[in-house]
């Protein structure tokens, strides 16, 4: 059972727009959202994370949107650059507490950013 | 810098071998580490949830006899893969849960079995 669903498998922007990857979750006990970044070969990368009192977050180019009633979330990457073409896996957790617990991963987006 | 390792990055062992592969978090205490497996072109599949000073809690469908996990110290956790076969072969990946709210996960690594 997908807890956190991108439906979305891949997605190609050129260089300098918005790339907008989306999550959608349907267990309402998430309450901690986390943004990675994946090459090949290598362990994911931490982004950027949003807990479930906020509806906004953002750190440089990226920014975490939350819509809770939707359970729905997005990352925006503006400008996007050719260096972010990754994989990216959107993560819940219902451990926010002050040590996360499991995360349930979604299947990830592959963005392409293309001068 | 990463705050997570792993070792081997790379191993190749032979059918009916066993491998073990350890994670490290680098600069803070991990009572709780986590190992996942990634097949190609798929999501990050939670094995089991690695526990300082007790046993490990398995996904279902995750044989724990064959995937043998110890949390021996607050920083260490090892995940031993015993009698591997072809099918085993894998990208394995730890993550470890720092105060505050982040999880660090380490690059990762990829066992072939022949």
């Known amino acids: 059972d997908q807890q956190v669903k991108q439906n979305s498998p891949s997605l190609s922007v050129q260089e300098g727009r918005i790339s907008i990857l989306n999550c959608d979750y349907t267990?309402?006990?998430?309450?901690?959202f986390l943004w990675y970044k994946k090459y090949p070969a290598e362990g994911p990368t931490f982004l950027i994370s949003?807990?479930?009192?906020?509806d906004k977050n953002e750190d440089g180019r990226f920014t975490v949107f939350l819509n809770k009633s939707a359970k729905h979330l997005s990352l925006h990457i503006v400008p996007s650059q050719p260096g972010d073409s990754a994989v990216y896996f959107c993560?819940?957790?219902?451990?926010?507490?002050?040590?996360?617990?499991?995360?349930?991963f979604g299947r990830g987006t592959q963005l392409t950013v293309w001068p | 810098g990463a705050v997570v390792s792993q070792h081997p990055s790379r191993v190749i062992c032979k059918s009916g071998t066993s491998v073990k592969i350890e994670c490290r978090s680098l600069?803070?205490?991990?009572?709780?580490m986590f190992w996942y497996r990634q097949f190609p072109k798929q999501s990050l599949m939670l094995m089991a949830t690695s526990n300082e000073g007790s046993k490990a809690t398995y996904e279902q469908g995750v044989e724990k006899d064959k995937f043998l996990i110890n949390h021996a110290s607050l920083t260490l956790s090892t995940l031993t893969v015993t009698s591997a076969h072809p099918e085993d072969s894998s990208f394995y990946i730890c993550?470890?849960?720092?105060?505050?709210?982040?999880?660090?996960f380490g690059p990762g690594t990829r066992l072939t079995v022949t």
């Open positions: 949003i807990s479930s009192i906020k």
């Open positions: 993560a819940a957790s219902k451990d926010r507490g002050s040590t996360l617990g499991r995360l349930y």
């Open positions: 993550s470890a849960g720092r105060a505050g709210g982040t999880m660090y």
């Open positions: 600069d803070f205490q991990a009572t709780t």
């Open positions: 267990n309402s006990m998430f309450d901690y």
